[in-house]
C-alpha cells in the first residue's frame, strides 16, 4: 500500500437495489486518512452492512468504480492485486466466517499465513489470548464455543498483527461488557500502534469523540460535527 496516500477514498458511490426499486447507497464520498479513527452508524437496512462489505474487499458486492484503497484504485485492479490489498486488511462481518471445525488458536494463526508471516503467528496469536485473559480458549474447537466467543474470535482475527486497516461490522456492540471492554482496549492499542480502524454500528462508541463520525441516513452518508473538547487543568474534560 503506498503510504502517501489515504488508506480509503471512495467518490460519489451509488449502489441500486432493483428489488426494491430504489438506492442503498446514494452519492457516498468518504475519505479515511491513514491512521484515523472513523465510525459510521445508521439503523438497520440502512446500509452499513453493504458499505462495509464495499471497503473490506471481502464481500460479494460489486465494486464501485471510484474507489481507492491504499492508493490503488480498483477500476484498474486485478486479481493479483485485491488479493496482495486484502493482506493489509483485517474485518470481520456481523456473523464472523471461521474456520469452525478447528481450533480458536488454528484460526488466529491463518491471517499471518494469508501474510506470509507464519513465524510470528503461534507468538502473536499466544500474546492475544493472553491479554485478552481468553488463554482458556486456545485448543477449543470453534463450534464448541459459544456466540460470544465466536465473536470475540472474529473481532481478534481483524486485528491480530495490527494491519494497516481495521473494518468491523456491528460486531462490538453485539458482545457482553466484560467481552467488549478488553476488546475495545486493544482495539485502540492497534489504532495508536498505527492501524486505521472503521467501525460500523446503530451507536458511537466512546472512542468516537476523539475521531470522525459519520451517519448513513436513508442511503446518504453525513458526517458529524465533533463536540469540542475542552481540556481542563489536572486533565480533567
Avoid at 17 to 28: K, Q, S, T, W
Avoid at 70 to 86: P, Q, S, T
Amino acid at each position: 500500500m503506498r503510504k502517501d496516500a489515504p488508506i480509503i477514498s471512495c467518490f460519489h458511490v451509488n449502489v441500486e437495489d432493483p428489488r426494491r426499486g430504489m438506492r442503498v447507497l446514494n452519492d457516498i464520498s468518504l475519505e479515511v486518512a491513514r491512521g484515523a479513527w472513523v465510525e459510521i452508524v445508521g439503523p438497520s437496512a440502512s446500509g452499513k452492512s453493504l458499505l462495509f462489505s464495499i471497503l473490506s474487499l471481502r464481500g460479494r458486492a460489486a465494486r464501485p468504480s471510484k474507489l481507492v484503497i491504499g492508493g490503488r484504485n480498483l477500476d484498474k485492479a486485478d486479481a493479483a492485486d485485491i488479493a496482495e490489498l486484502r493482506r493489509h486488511i483485517g474485518s470481520c462481518a456481523e456473523t464472523p466466517q471461521l474456520l469452525r471445525d478447528r481450533t480458536v488458536i488454528e484460526n488466529l494463526v491463518v491471517p499471518f499465513v494469508v501474510r506470509h508471516e507464519p513465524r510470528m503467528a503461534l507468538s502473536h496469536a499466544e500474546g492475544l489470548l493472553e491479554r485478552l485473559d481468553l488463554e482458556y480458549l486456545r485448543d477449543i474447537r470453534v463450534e464448541e464455543c459459544s456466540r460470544q466467543e465466536r465473536l470475540c474470535l472474529g473481532v481478534m482475527l481483524a486485528m491480530i498483527g495490527e494491519p494497516e486497516l481495521i473494518l468491523l461490522d456491528s460486531l462490538l456492540e453485539q458482545l457482553e461488557p466484560r467481552f467488549a471492554k478488553p476488546l475495545m482496549n486493544e482495539l485502540r492499542a492497534c489504532h495508536l500502534s498505527g492501524s486505521s480502524v472503521v467501525l460500523f454500528g446503530r451507536e458511537f462508541s466512546e472512542n468516537a469523540r476523539r475521531g470522525e463520525r459519520y451517519r448513513l441516513d436513508e442511503g446518504a452518508l453525513i458526517q458529524i460535527e465533533q463536540p469540542v473538547i475542552v481540556e481542563l487543568a489536572g486533565g480533567a474534560q
